[in-house]
C-alpha cells in the first residue's frame, strides 16, 4: 500500500513570494491534515479536511495561507506571501474516517526556508 | 481543552540501557494517547496508542507505555535501547469531544542512544 505523498521535499523562496504544496494521501482515506511543525516544536494543525470540506481551520492564518482539497482526493496548501516565520516543515497526513481513536499516517514532509 | 506535556526536551542513554520518555495530559473527557515517531527527515508513525482498554499497551520496536489515570500519565519505556532508536518522539492527546479526531501533540524529546 503506497504511504502518503507529498512534494516538494524542499523549498528556498525569499519573503514575500509564494509557495504551494502538493499531498496525496493514502487512498480510501476520507481525512487529510496540513500540519506546520516548527523547529523544536510539536506539529500544529493548520487545517483538517473531511473529503472535501473543511472541518477545522481554526488555525490556519487565513490573511496568507490557503488550502483546498476539490476532489476528495489530493490536496494543495498554498503560502502567499511568504514570511521569515513561515519557515518549518509542513506535514501532511491522512486517517482513513477521522474519527478520535485513528492512527494517522503521515508523509515525509516538504522542509520551507523563507530568507 | 486537551493539552500534552513532555517533561525532558532530551533524554541522552547508552545502549542496552533502559530509558523512560514522559508525558503528561490534560483533558476534561475521555481520551485516546498516542506516542509517535519521527526519524531524521521523514514524517511521523506511531508507536502506540491507548484506546481505553488496557492500560500498558505494547508497541512496535519493544516499545511500551502505560496508560496511568491519577497521574494523568502516559509515559514510553523501552528496557534496552538500540542505535537504531534514536530519533524524536512525540507524545499525543485526542479526545471524543468534537466528534471527529483533533490531536494535539506534544513539543518531543529527542532520544539520543550512545554507543
Known amino acids: 500500500e503506497a504511504g502518503v505523498a507529498q512534494s516538494p521535499r524542499y523549498k528556498i523562496i525569499e519573503k514575500r513570494q509564494s509557495v504551494a504544496f502538493w499531498c496525496n494521501p493514502i487512498s480510501g482515506h476520507a481525512t487529510l491534515y496540513w500540519y506546520q511543525q516548527i523547529l523544536g516544536q510539536g506539529p500544529k494543525l493548520l487545517i483538517q479536511f473531511q473529503n472535501n470540506g473543511v472541518v477545522d481551520d481554526s488555525q490556519l492564518p487565513k490573511d496568507r495561507f490557503s488550502a483546498e482539497r476539490l476532489k476528495g482526493v489530493d490536496s494543495t496548501l498554498k503560502i502567499q506571501p511568504a514570511k521569515l516565520e513561515d519557515s518549518a516543515v509542513y506535514l501532511c497526513?491522512?486517517?482513513?474516517?477521522?474519527?478520535?481513536?485513528?492512527?494517522?499516517?503521515f508523509g515525509p514532509g516538504t522542509r520551507l526556508l523563507v530568507l | 481543552a486537551q493539552s500534552v506535556t513532555q517533561l525532558d526536551s532530551q533524554v541522552p542513554v547508552f545502549e542496552e540501557a533502559p530509558v523512560e520518555l514522559r508525558c503528561n495530559y490534560s483533558s476534561s473527557v475521555s481520551v485516546y494517547l498516542f506516542w509517535y515517531v519521527q526519524y531524521p527527515n521523514q514524517g511521523l508513525q506511531l508507536l502506540l496508542k491507548y484506546l481505553s482498554v488496557s492500560t500498558l499497551v505494547k508497541g512496535i520496536n519493544g516499545f511500551e507505555a502505560e496508560f496511568n489515570k491519577s497521574q494523568t500519565s502516559f509515559h514510553l519505556r523501552k528496557p534496552s535501547v538500540h542505535i537504531s532508536d534514536t530519533a524524536e518522539y512525540f507524545c499525543a492527546v485526542s479526545d471524543d469531544s468534537g466528534g471527529y479526531q483533533k490531536v494535539t501533540f506534544g513539543t518531543g524529546t529527542k532520544l539520543q542512544v550512545i554507543p
Open positions: 497526513a491522512s486517517s482513513f474516517w477521522g474519527s478520535p481513536k485513528e492512527t494517522q499516517y
